[in-house]
């Protein structure tokens, strides 16, 4: 019986995480088709699928934040990517995560969702430009990272207090959460 139990989370939790997928790549695909205003920053997208990773941190595993990047960034690529906007999404996408999750080390009374969200918003931008410097071979398109930084900023800002919502008014999140953050130690068997 105990086996089923376990069994039973296992499955939950993969269905948990291929719903996230599902979201982030229906997310991206959506975000493709807004043309950004901003003539200035080509190619420059909000990062609205970020929202997906923010809940997944609060909510799953390490390894399991790190699957669910990896098959949301393949299928947003299949589902009508090129190589290039793969690999552009790839670098930003863990650069960010790897910052956010950095910076969530610091504790809730340290920064909140909303920091770590601006954070990871101004790392995807600085990961998106580093690989287009390897691909063009020039530093120069650094130059952009001044006006993406606000971009990344106020589209973090927005995605955390989004995220702050979805945490505070959706019931299975915050639990997910809940639990999720408990020390293991402390948990009553």
């Known amino acids: 019986m105990n086996n089923s139990f376990g069994q039973s989370n296992k499955t939950h939790r993969n269905i948990y995480i291929a719903l996230l997928v599902a979201q982030g790549v229906i997310i991206g695909i959506l975000e493709r088709m807004i043309p950004f205003p901003f003539a200035f920053a080509p190619g420059a997208k909000l990062g609205l699928a970020n929202l997906i990773t923010i809940v997944a941190i609060f909510t799953l595993s390490f390894r399991d934040v790190i699957t669910l990047t990896w098959l949301r960034l393949i299928l947003t690529a299949l589902l009508g990517g090129t190589m290039s906007t793969f690999l552009y999404s790839f670098g930003g996408a863990f650069l960010s995560l790897f910052s956010m999750l950095l910076v969530k080390l610091l504790g809730p009374k340290r920064v909140s969702i909303i920091g770590i969200s601006a954070t990871g918003g101004v790392m ?29 900023i106020a589209a973090g800002i927005a995605l955390g207090i989004a995220a702050n919502y979805l945490f505070t008014h959706v019931t299975i999140l915050s639990y997910l959460r809940f639990k999720r953050t408990k020390h293991p130690s402390k948990t009553k068997e």
């Open 124 to 152: 995807h931008n600085v990961g998106q430009l580093l690989v287009a410097s390897l691909i063009a071979q020039t530093w120069t398109v650094m130059l952009y990272l001044p006006a993406m930084s606000i971009i990344g």
